[in-house]
């Protein structure tokens, strides 16, 4: 083996090596959407005192912490995002209304000395210094003498030989205990049963306790801070509540539940088993096909591709990414599409062995990988720009998307020049596989390539009818658009989307009747497959959602919320603006790149093919009536890094050919390119499609809608990167002045007139 060979070797035995470890001894991070849970996000509000700015929702987020730590939820996640925000999971949490009504409460605790009764009026003008007792009748209240901030410890107890229940007793810090007996002191001034005599504790405006001080207790005497209680009329659960938010701290701003999701772990462990069966699949289907194209390289790319999986998987989990459904989805699908480099290595590599018959096998192979490098990384470039794009300017499924996506990337590229190169390199030493043609895989030219070379067809003498043909379908999308209308999920729009499972049949028409009975007549109703039923509404809080789940109990008997799904129409009019920006400044950049590295024509028929395929898309679904939510948002960004690809191997192409015959028509050019690159364009989406294939039939409904779109996606991006890029840059070209490229000095050529191109393998020795 030569050097180089050796490196790589070692490098990729290494890598696996580690990446093995890493698999064995690591567990991987599941998002709520997999393990099921409860995910809240927050949003902090200004207060009379304080502005919900970076500092203050830091603080907010701490005492959210204490609370949710008290309440036993087991690796809870919290985290900010962006100034004022907060991000809360909550782990096999299926009920979050205890959850939410904890969490959601500001907890202002305050203490005030009651100056007497009130009146209605006062109680109108100034509910911060009238508020109504436990038994609704007003106080009047002095200003606050201290605050929950001064309360040291707080545990719910029950009283059984007094007969009073359940109480909260309270222990101050010391300056705060000292001013809880003056305070008291103060009050025992007053005769027995005088409204003067009793102190109000209040939390969030509402007096919860507002007890006498005892006839046992002296005048400025006061009570010590120990022997504090919070007596009323609470249940075990209350005092248990009350104790937590008076321990846990009081927030520095209230804060609203904006977004909420809450999903079974049925769901989550029925998503993963059907993407691990679809992985498994159609992964060896794809094996299966480019050993049957490429014969053994192909099988040693199959190799290559199963360490791309290992190593791909052990990066996520070392790196403590969060796997979500989105991600897992995307990374099954890059497991088809990183054969793609493989495949551009082989497909040149033919060319480079059926152009010149005595070549040797090793030589056609390293010129493979020299001459697609450029396609490589061109379009693995323009993917990480996008993965990076959305990581930064993304929310929620777009930037896990784009994490899984880099990561992806990068570990398809390692797989493909570093694995894949070290076996066919030590393959291709030897004798066996040079001398037996139908073995090594490049020998022979393949069906695609020979069929089009005996017809030749002239796909572009017209290009202006593919542009009609683009055009009409485009048109057809639009129609779809404005006349069915996109059906925007629960993200877009706001509102909330709950999922139930019933232990009895219970049809659409019957759960319809059922909710409107209850008050619910504006809920949307569908089947969620499997026989569950899928209740979409507009803004909709815990206690009603549970409201709503009584009434279809009593249909459909004892009922499971499966997936819940609750978002703010401030929040979804938000991600709709971001995700836009986020996908018009990942088109414009790469616009930008591609217009460095090839030309302006290239590049905007590269984007006109990008834009073509969304809109195709999006129209797709329309017609169909399918959802538009965060997974098809998934699926469309995967379809865009698709079609950039194609697109870019294509004028890579066409920028090498017209680079070696500057006089020969760009026509001619575009036409040869594209009938050398459509064999690489179609091994490439047979391997994708398997894997598609393969998650629509065993994905089951959570991945139903990301497998189709992403087979539409598919589909009209192979059509987009030769029908519609390519005329596009035709007519462009017929406006544009700039030369054609200039021809790249090819390696082994030295500076001269008379120098001459020499095979890198050869020592120059003859005989």
């Not at 309440?71 to 009920?95: A, K, M, N």
């Not at 028509?665 to 994708?688: D, E, F, H, K, S």
């Amino acid at each position: 083996m030569t050097r180089a060979t050796t490196v790589r070797a070692v490098l990729a035995a290494a890598v696996l090596l580690v990446s093995v470890l890493i698999t064995l001894t690591m567990s991987p991070r599941l998002g709520l959407d997999l393990q099921g849970g409860t995910r809240m996000v927050l949003q902090a509000k200004d207060s009379a005192t304080t502005k919900a700015d970076r500092e203050s929702t830091d603080r907010t987020l701490e005492v959210l912490r204490r609370r949710i730590d008290s309440l036993g939820v087991s690796e809870p996640t919290l985290t900010r995002s962006g100034e004022d925000r907060i991000i809360v999971e909550l782990p096999d949490v299926q009920d979050p209304r205890k959850a939410a009504e904890v969490i959601g409460r500001t907890a202002q605790l305050s203490f005030h000395a009651v100056q007497g009764p009130g009146t209605e009026q006062e109680k109108d003008k100034a509910a911060g210094l009238t508020l109504p007792d436990e038994e609704g009748r007003p106080l009047a209240l002095g200003p606050a003498r201290l605050t929950g901030a001064g309360v040291k410890d707080a545990g719910a107890s029950f009283d059984a030989q007094q007969g009073a229940g359940w109480s909260v007793a309270l222990d101050f810090h010391k300056g705060a205990g000292r001013d809880w007996t003056r305070l008291t002191g103060e009050a025992a001034c007053h005769p027995a049963q005088d409204e003067r005599r009793r102190v109000a504790i209040v939390l969030d405006d509402q007096v919860i306790s507002s007890p006498q001080v005892a006839p046992s207790v002296g005048c400025n005497v006061g009570l010590p801070s120990g022997s504090t209680q919070i007596t009323g009329s609470f249940g075990a659960d209350e005092a248990r509540d009350l104790a937590l938010l008076i321990k846990g701290g009081a927030l520095p701003l209230p804060v609203e539940i904006v977004e909420q999701r809450t999903v079974g772990p049925t769901l989550g462990a029925a998503a993963i088993d059907a993407s691990a069966r679809a992985a498994l699949i159609g992964a060896a289907a794809t094996a299966l096909f480019i050993t049957f194209v490429y014969r053994l390289f192909g099988a040693l790319a199959a190799v290559a591709l199963a360490a791309y999986g290992v190593i791909s998987y052990a990066a996520l989990v070392a790196l403590g990414v969060t796997l979500t459904l989105p991600g897992l989805a995307g990374f099954v699908l890059a497991i088809g599409m990183a054969v793609d480099a493989n495949v551009l290595v082989f497909e040149r590599a033919r060319e480079e062995y059926t152009a010149r018959p005595g070549r040797s096998v090793r030589s056609a192979m390293t010129a493979g990988f020299r001459n697609a490098w450029s396609a490589v990384a061109d379009s693995n470039v323009t993917t990480l720009i996008a993965a990076g794009l959305l990581f930064f300017l993304g929310s929620g499924p777009v930037k896990g998307f784009g994490v899984t996506l880099a990561i992806g990337v990068l570990a398809s590229m390692f797989s493909a020049l570093v694995i894949a190169r070290a076996l066919t390199e030590i393959a291709s030493r030897s004798r066996f596989v040079s001398d037996y043609r139908g073995v090594n895989g490049i020998a022979r030219p393949g069906r695609v390539r020979t069929w089009l070379a005996r017809r030749d067809p002239q796909l572009f003498r017209s290009p202006r009818r593919w542009l009609l043909i683009s055009t009409a379908l485009i048109a057809v999308a639009v129609l779809g658009i404005v006349v069915r209308g996109v059906n925007l999920g629960v993200e877009f729009t706001g509102g909330r989307l709950v999922e139930y499972s019933t232990s009895r049949p219970v049809d659409v028409e019957t759960a319809r009747t059922a909710l409107a009975g209850a008050g619910f007549g504006d809920a949307e109703v569908t089947t969620a497959g499997a026989g569950d039923l899928s209740v979409r509404t507009g803004e909709l809080d815990n206690h009603e959602e549970h409201a709503l789940r009584a009434a279809l109990a009593e249909e459909g008997g004892h009922t499971t919320k499966v997936r819940d799904e609750l978002i703010g129409p401030s929040l979804g009019d938000e991600l709709r603006r971001n995700e836009l920006i986020a996908l018009a400044v990942v088109v414009l950049v790469q616009l930008a790149y591609l217009a460095a590295r090839f030309r302006w024509t290239f590049a905007l028929a590269s984007v006109a093919a990008l834009v073509h395929d969304v809109i195709l898309l999006v129209g797709a679904f329309a017609w169909l009536g399918r959802t538009v939510d965060g997974i098809f948002l998934a699926a469309l960004l995967t379809v865009i890094g698709y079609s950039v690809n194609d697109s870019v191997v294509v004028f890579d192409r066409v920028r090498e050919l017209w680079a070696k015959a500057r006089r020969v028509p760009v026509t001619t050019i575009a036409n040869r390119a594209v009938l050398q690159t459509v064999p690489r364009t179609v091994n490439t989406g047979m391997g994708a499609l398997f894997i598609l294939a393969a998650l629509a039939v065993l994905g089951g409904d959570s991945l139903a809608d990301f497998a189709l779109a992403l087979l539409i996606g598919i589909c009209v991006g192979t059509y987009s990167s030769v029908l519609t890029a390519v005329p596009v840059a035709l007519t462009l070209e017929k406006s544009s002045k700039a030369p054609p490229p200039a021809r790249k000095r090819a390696p082994g050529r030295t500076s001269g007139a008379g120098a001459k191109r020499r095979d890198p393998l050869d020592n120059g020795a003859r005989v």
